[in-house]
């Protein structure tokens, strides 16, 4: 085992002891709400990191609010579709009722 060369005087013994400090938490806000939050860290508030939920049912949620507007999106172009079929055999029905 090491042995101190010289034995350590109060005032050296007094600064080491001075410097030993608590260090502030490092915090950021909450994207979400906007409390204090430690950083890399769920928000103890909310339950969201990076403004996305943590819990599975939330993550759920926020899928199926997600999903929605995809949805909108897709069907007005197979109504669209359809209503092309339905006009085009409008016109072949009128067409076949000239001809005769
Ligand atoms: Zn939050």
Redesign the pocket.
Known sequence: MAVPKKRTGHSAQGSRRANWKATKPETTK?P??G?T?LTHTV?T??G?YKGQPVKLADKAAAAAVVEKPAKKTSKPKAEKVEEVKAEEVKTEEVSEEKSE
């Open positions: 909450c979400n709400c409390a939050v928000c508030e909310c969201t």
